[in-house]
């Protein structure tokens, strides 16, 4: 345990460098590779490099010690560290210098592991070559470094969370049980996410409704959140601990705060259109609640198809309806944001082969879910689209959109589909002992907590039959029933069946508006090959994303089941609080500053910003820096027409160092160009 | 664009001056209509087959399928075909060579030995994309408006063949591959109905070799699309390849007489190539279009007779 040493400033930035540079082994993976006591050997011959060690690992506790002890013995006052990347270490190595008593800028890190050693493993020259460039560009640049400050900012103790699915609901009470605000934002006009519209959860087959109703009134009632639903974040600013929010409410056409949700109106509406939360599987009148326990409980007008009769006006008996509603903005100040925006069902009408939306009987997995909840179209009676009969066969396809290589759907597994599928197949069973359910699938897939003794339960007691083989096409037979074709691989035949219906196991994919989510909250860094937004680090910062301050949750990170996703949020809203808490962030200085005696007022950085980060002081005609806005991307250095920014730990004095000295001196006389 | 500017180089192939040359006599009689003008290619050998030859080594298959795209690159005329097997061969030649250096780097090296260079000018369509993509159904619904007194009034199983529609990244159907209708929609402009019966994406048989190597198993193929075609109660069987088109015709013979215990009664379903049914919408008559030879032409009839039809559509005419 290491005590927290104030900055001592020992070392002013304008003395002599006397540099430090320090080997790592890196076990056998930088050591193995490279010989390292030749390295420092090297490194000794560079200039302003007073010492140079090897150790077997500097990022142990005798590693870092090494430096500190360098540091206090006045030996030197900058600090080379040649290990790994420093996405890995920099941290480690700038805590070490400050425990030294060094301002913690002056330290660089040469990557000679990810960039040298594991990429040119089989070249020992070659590596040893590469690995000589970095140290030699690290120690040009250290000497150049200024000792920095760090900026502290204030935290507000509010957090906006957007998407009001499960994930959304649990880190809201969780932060407003701990008492801070939370904005609770969700596009439709109801709380619960898809968790709503699920019949019964797996491996416990408790009913999904009867166990995120309550948590979903709860939002309602908890006074520190303001639920915000049928509005959508248009515009953000600012940054971590004061991010300003702007958000839209959509206008619902009927005062929220007259409705009493009694539903004469949904009774005398004349317009009947898809409901979207059975999945198109029923009508629902243009005046609408989306689910009798929707919350909150008011009534909406869907203004793309009502007609504008008047009727529900007439009705109303607390003449709540508004047919001018306006939308409406408000702007907020939170100083932490989590996204739990949820993912999207696989189209499955993308697999031509599966003749989704083209044969009647070919149903998706959610709509499947809808016929079998005791709130769904058929309240609880499964039945099949084209006749209405109750089906005596089913057939489940697995991996319809996902561990798809050829392009029309995802590569990865959705990590659901083996289990709701298996639940499905058992909650029909359950009621129609009668019936054949098939489910074919390519690995059964069943790891979480019970899952395996779920799967084997359900195989062995109720009689489902599970065919190893996927799917090749469906096809429509003359009675409405679907013909499926697939490969039985354990057997290693083709099977052919009739069956009265198929229920395709979708994935899940990334929201179709993921792009929009990821440019408002500036992480469009942070995505994935896959599509789904990033988390900082994927073991060890799984809810964090690389802007401070804002956090994820849930499927908007990749597919996860209900336990995984609540784990997610309870971790976000941890994460959350443990900002707010302290009260105030510690901001990496990298900021840029302008030097107004160069600044000509051209404003041209102003338009780069991606942060918004630069204003124009009119009375000086000059540019300015908002130092805690400004992220240090470095934009408007590299356009400045009159060289009049720059960046902070990246500035030219310290930049061009590195690149005379990686590029090899005293060219050839005739490669020499006379200008 | 107008139709008096379309001018393409036509590549026969095997099967059609070989078995089928009333194809070519429709085919350009109906493209006469629509004022498309037709070019020989002088020195045009076998596509090659693309089951057969790329099967065996590709190499090989993209030297000779160069060697006939270079004929059309010196006449300056994309390349108008007939058959899906041409299609198929002569299309994927010319998207490798287009995007493979290496292989065109190969294939240059041979063509030069005989004075030819492939250049990668010109591009392969098929009689069916011409028809969809440049005439378009409007313009053919125009000519068949007047062509006869009462529109065609047929049932018709279309069998698309496996090289129109795969691989879909190259082909002009937008990406469809699993449940086309471009083919259904040209058909039906006729006024004919196009049925759809089991199975009606799967191969004729006749593919990939097959029935050359194993003629029986080819044909067991086409006796499975012959029962769920005449399941469906069709009148005839639309093919865009001579190749589908010989194994529909000669095949219903042949399944006749192998599969004589295993089928409930011999098959006599007329088949047609789509260009002759276009060609009767439009009002020409069955000698025109070799549904019935001629006295004075040589050629050879098709083996399942087509009379049916003519009776059927000189009632309705």
Same mark, same amino acid.
Not at chain 1, 110 to 126: F, K, L
Not at chain 1, 491 to 518: F, N, T, W, Y
């Given at each position: 345990?290491?005590?927290?040493?104030?900055?001592?400033?020992?070392?002013?930035?304008?003395?002599?460098?006397?540099?430090?540079?320090? &080997?790592?082994?890196?076990?056998?993976?930088?050591?193995?590779?490279?010989?390292?006591?030749?390295?420092?050997?090297?490194?000794?011959?560079?200039?302003?490099?007073?010492?140079?060690?090897?150790?077997?690992?500097?990022?142990?506790?005798?590693?870092? @010690?090494?430096?500190?002890?360098?540091?206090?013995?006045?030996?030197?006052?900058?600090?080379?560290?040649?290990?790994?990347?420093?996405?890995?270490?920099?941290?480690?190595?700038?805590?070490?210098?400050?425990?030294?008593?060094?301002?913690?800028?002056?330290?660089?890190?040469?990557?000679?592991?990810?960039?040298?050693?594991?990429?040119?493993?089989?070249?020992?020259?070659?590596?040893?070559?590469?690995?000589?460039?970095?140290?030699?560009?690290?120690?040009?640049?250290?000497?150049?470094?200024?000792?920095? =400050?760090?900026?502290?900012?204030?935290?507000?103790?509010? !957090?906006?969370?957007?998407?009001?699915?499960?994930?959304?609901?649990?880190?809201?009470?969780?932060?407003?049980?701990?008492?801070?605000?939370?904005?609770?934002?969700?596009?439709?006009?109801?709380?619960?996410?898809?968790?709503?519209?699920?019949?019964?959860?797996?491996?416990?087959?408790?009913?999904?409704?009867?166990?995120?109703?309550?948590?979903?009134?709860?939002?309602?009632?908890?006074?520190?959140?303001?639920?915000?639903?049928?509005?959508?974040?248009?515009?953000?600013?600012?940054?971590?601990?004061?991010?300003?929010?702007?958000?839209?409410?959509?206008?619902?056409?009927?005062?929220?705060?007259?409705?009493?949700?009694?539903?004469?109106? $949904?009774?005398?509406?004349?317009?009947?259109?898809?409901?979207?939360?059975?999945?198109?599987?029923?009508?629902?009148?243009?005046?609408?609640?989306?689910?009798?326990?929707?919350?909150?409980?008011?009534?909406?007008?869907?203004?793309?198809?009502?007609?504008?009769?008047?009727?529900?006006?007439? !009705?109303?008996?607390?003449?709540?309806?508004?047919?001018?509603?306006?939308?409406?903005?408000?702007?907020?100040?939170?100083?932490?944001?989590?996204?739990?925006?949820?993912?999207?069902?696989?189209?499955?009408?993308?697999?031509?082969?599966?003749?989704?939306?083209?044969?009647?009987?070919?149903?998706?997995?959610?709509?499947?879910?809808?016929?079998?909840?005791?709130?769904?179209?058929?309240?609880?009676?499964?039945?099949?689209?084209?006749?209405?009969?109750?089906?005596?066969?089913?057939?489940?396809?697995?991996?319809? @959109?996902?561990?798809?290589?050829?392009?029309?759907?995802?590569?990865?597994?959705?990590?659901?589909?083996?289990?709701?599928?298996?639940?499905?197949?058992?909650?029909?069973?359950?009621?129609?002992?009668? $019936?054949?359910?098939?489910?074919?699938?390519?690995?059964?897939?069943?790891?979480?907590?019970?899952?395996?003794?779920?799967?084997?339960?359900?195989?062995?007691?109720?009689?489902?039959?599970?065919?190893?083989?996927?799917?090749?096409?469906?096809?429509?037979?003359?009675?409405?029933?679907?013909?499926?074709?697939?490969?039985?691989?354990?057997?290693?035949?083709?099977?052919?069946?009739?069956?009265?219906?198929?229920?395709?196991?979708?994935?899940?994919?990334?929201?179709?508006?993921?792009?929009?989510?990821?440019?408002?909250?500036?992480? !469009?860094?942070?995505?994935? =090959?896959?599509?789904?937004?990033?988390?900082?680090?994927?073991?060890?910062?799984?809810?964090?994303?690389?802007?401070?301050?804002?956090?994820?949750?849930?499927?908007?990170?990749?597919?996860?089941?209900?336990?995984?996703?609540?784990?997610?949020?309870?971790?976000?809203?941890?994460?959350?609080? $443990?900002?707010?808490?302290? @009260?105030?962030?510690?901001?990496?200085?990298?900021?840029?500053?302008?030097?107004?005696?160069?600044?000509?007022?051209?404003?041209?950085?102003?338009?780069?910003?991606?942060?918004?980060?630069?204003?124009?002081?009119?009375?000086?005609?000059?540019?300015?820096?908002?130092?805690?806005?400004?992220?240090?991307?470095?934009?408007?250095?590299?356009? *400045?027409?009159?060289?009049?920014?720059?960046?902070?730990?990246?500035?030219?004095?310290? &930049?061009?160092?590195?690149?005379?000295?990686?590029?090899?001196?005293?060219?050839?006389?005739?490669?020499?160009?006379?200008? | 664009?107008?139709?008096?500017?379309?001018?393409?180089?036509?590549?026969?192939?095997?099967?059609?001056?070989?078995r089928y040359?009333y194809i070519?006599?429709a085919?350009?009689?109906?493209?006469?209509?629509?004022?498309?003008?037709?070019?020989?290619?002088?020195?045009?050998?076998?596509?090659?087959?693309?089951?057969?030859?790329?099967?065996?080594?590709?190499?090989?298959?993209?030297?000779?399928?160069?060697?006939?795209?270079?004929?059309?690159?010196?006449?300056?005329?994309?390349?108008?075909?007939?058959?899906?097997?041409?299609?198929?061969?002569?299309?994927?030649?010319?998207? !490798?060579?287009?995007?493979?250096?290496?292989?065109?780097?190969?294939?240059?090296?041979?063509?030069?030995?005989?004075?030819?260079?492939?250049?990668?000018?010109?591009?392969?369509?098929?009689?069916?994309?011409?028809?969809?993509?440049?005439?378009?159904?409007?313009?053919?619904?125009?000519?068949?408006?007047?062509?006869?007194?009462?529109?065609?009034?047929?049932?018709?199983?279309?069998?698309?063949?496996?090289?129109?529609?795969?691989?879909?990244?190259?082909?002009?159907?937008?990406?469809?591959?699993?449940?086309?209708?471009?083919?259904?929609?040209?058909?039906?402009?006729? @006024?004919?109905?196009?049925?759809?019966?089991?199975?009606?994406?799967? *191969?004729?048989?006749?593919?990939?070799?097959?029935?050359?190597?194993?003629?029986?198993?080819?044909?067991?193929?086409?006796?499975?699309?012959?029962?769920?075609?005449?399941?469906?109660?069709?009148?005839a069987i639309?093919t865009?390849?001579?190749?589908?088109h010989l194994?529909f015709d000669l095949?219903q013979v042949?399944?006749?007489?192998?599969?004589?215990?295993?089928?409930?009664?011999?098959?006599n379903i007329p088949v047609l190539y789509?260009?002759q049914?276009?060609?009767?919408?439009?009002?020409?008559?069955p000698?025109?279009l070799g549904l019935i030879r001629?006295?004075?032409?040589?050629g050879v009839p098709p083996f399942t007779p087509v009379k049916p039809i003519i009776?059927?559509?000189?009632? $309705?005419?």
């Open positions: 345990m290491v005590t927290k040493t104030k900055n001592l400033n020992k070392i002013n930035g304008r003395d002599p460098p006397k540099i430090g540079v320090y &080997i790592c082994w890196c076990g056998i993976n930088i050591g193995g590779v490279v010989d390292v006591p030749k390295l420092c050997d090297y490194a000794r011959t560079l200039p302003n490099v007073v010492l140079a060690s090897e150790y077997k690992f500097m990022c142990s506790d005798i590693g870092q @010690g090494m430096i500190m002890e360098d540091i206090k013995a006045g030996k030197i006052n900058r600090v080379v560290v040649s290990a790994c990347s420093p996405r890995m270490h920099e941290e480690t190595f700038r805590r070490a210098c400050e425990e030294g008593g060094l301002n913690k800028f002056l330290f660089e890190q040469a990557n000679i592991r990810e960039h040298c050693t594991w990429v040119t493993m089989h070249d020992v020259p070659g590596a040893t070559r590469i690995a000589k460039d970095h140290i030699r560009m690290a120690v040009a640049k250290v000497g150049a470094l200024k000792p920095l =400050e760090v900026t502290t900012v204030k935290v507000e103790p509010s !957090t906006l969370i957007v998407g009001a699915g499960i994930a959304g609901i649990n880190a809201a009470l969780d932060l407003a049980n701990s008492g801070y605000k939370v904005y609770l934002v969700d596009k439709s006009p109801t709380v619960g996410g898809h968790m709503a519209h699920l019949d019964k959860t797996f491996p416990t087959m408790d009913c999904s409704s009867c166990i995120t109703t309550p948590k979903m009134s709860e939002v309602a009632r908890n006074p520190n959140i303001e639920l915000m639903t049928y509005s959508e974040v248009i515009s953000l600013d600012g940054y971590v601990g004061n991010f300003k929010v702007r958000i839209e409410k959509y206008p619902h056409y009927i005062d929220q705060n007259i409705c009493t949700g009694c539903g004469h109106c $949904t009774d005398i509406c004349p317009v009947e259109c898809a409901n979207e939360f059975d999945l198109g599987m029923k009508p629902r009148k243009a005046i609408y609640l989306s689910f009798p326990q929707a919350v909150p409980g008011e009534y909406t007008i869907d203004m793309k198809h009502c007609i504008r009769c008047g009727i529900c006006q007439e !009705t109303c008996p607390t003449a709540a309806v508004r047919y001018d509603d306006k939308p409406e903005y408000v702007d907020i100040t939170v100083g932490t944001i989590i996204l739990a925006t949820g993912y999207d069902p696989y189209d499955a009408t993308r697999m031509g082969q599966y003749g989704y939306g083209r044969i009647k009987n070919v149903i998706n997995a959610l709509q499947m879910e809808r016929l079998l909840s005791s709130y769904g179209p058929t309240e609880g009676k499964v039945k099949r689209p084209s006749d209405l009969k109750e089906p005596e066969s089913i057939v489940w396809v697995q991996c319809v @959109g996902s561990r798809e290589f050829t392009g029309k759907g995802r590569k990865y597994c959705s990590r659901v589909c083996c289990m709701y599928a298996t639940k499905q197949a058992r909650s029909y069973k359950e009621k129609h002992p009668n $019936t054949q359910c098939f489910i074919f699938y390519i690995d059964l897939r069943a790891f979480g907590k019970g899952y395996e003794e779920f799967y084997n339960d359900t195989a062995k007691n109720y009689g489902i039959k599970f065919i190893r083989g996927r799917v090749a096409e469906l096809l429509e037979a003359g009675n409405g029933n679907v013909i499926v074709r697939a490969e039985d691989t354990t057997l290693q035949r083709p099977v052919e069946l009739e069956v009265d219906m198929v229920v395709l196991s979708v994935g899940l994919e990334p929201r179709s508006d993921i792009d929009d989510i990821a440019r408002i909250f500036n992480v !469009t860094a942070s995505k994935t =090959e896959d599509g789904f937004l990033m988390e900082a680090h994927p073991k060890l910062r799984p809810v964090d994303t690389l802007t401070a301050g804002i956090f994820v949750a849930g499927n908007v990170v990749g597919p996860k089941d209900i336990p995984d996703t609540v784990a997610q949020a309870k971790a976000a809203a941890s994460s959350a609080s $443990t900002l707010m808490s302290r @009260g105030e962030v510690e901001i990496i200085p990298y900021y840029s500053t302008v030097l107004s005696h160069k600044c000509a007022g051209c404003k041209s950085c102003i338009s780069l910003c991606p942060f918004n980060a630069i204003t124009f002081n009119e009375i000086e005609k000059v540019a300015e820096i908002n130092d805690i806005l400004c992220k240090g991307c470095g934009t408007c250095v590299a356009d *400045c027409p009159s060289k009049a920014i720059i960046q902070n730990h990246f500035d030219d004095i310290q &930049i061009l160092p590195m690149i005379a000295t990686a590029i090899p001196k005293k060219p050839q006389a005739e490669e020499v160009e006379v200008e | 664009m107008s139709n008096d500017d379309l001018k393409f180089a036509l590549f026969l192939g095997c099967v059609i001056p070989n040359p070519e006599r085919t350009r009689a109906v493209f006469d209509k629509f004022k498309i003008q037709l070019v020989d290619m002088k020195g045009a050998s076998c596509c090659p087959a693309p089951g057969v030859f790329r099967g065996f080594d590709i190499d090989t298959w993209l030297v000779i399928g160069a060697r006939n795209i270079t004929i059309a690159e010196e006449l300056g005329l994309d390349i108008a075909l007939m058959c899906n097997g041409c299609y198929g061969s002569l299309l994927e030649v010319n998207h !490798t060579l287009k995007y493979d250096k290496e292989k065109r780097r190969m294939v240059n090296e041979h063509l030069a030995k005989i004075g030819r260079e492939y250049k990668g000018t010109v591009e392969i369509r098929h009689v069916v994309d011409i028809m969809y993509n440049d005439i378009g159904p409007e313009k053919i619904r125009n000519k068949t408006k007047y062509g006869r007194k009462k529109p065609l009034n047929l049932k018709l199983a279309i069998h698309y063949g496996c090289h129109l529609t795969k691989p879909s990244e190259i082909r002009p159907w937008a990406k469809e591959s699993e449940n086309p209708t471009f083919f259904d929609e040209l058909m039906e402009i006729s @006024g004919c109905k196009s049925l759809n019966y089991k199975d009606k994406f799967m *191969c004729c048989g006749a593919g990939g070799g097959v029935r050359g190597a194993f003629k029986e198993i080819s044909l067991d193929y086409t006796r499975e699309k012959l029962e769920n075609i005449s399941t469906a109660n069709a009148d639309i865009s390849c001579p190749f589908c194994q095949g042949e399944v006749n007489n192998i599969f004589k215990d295993k089928i409930s009664a011999p098959f789509f260009t049914l276009i060609g009767l919408a439009m009002g020409m008559t000698e025109e001629s006295p004075d032409l040589k009776t059927k559509i000189g009632e $309705t005419a």
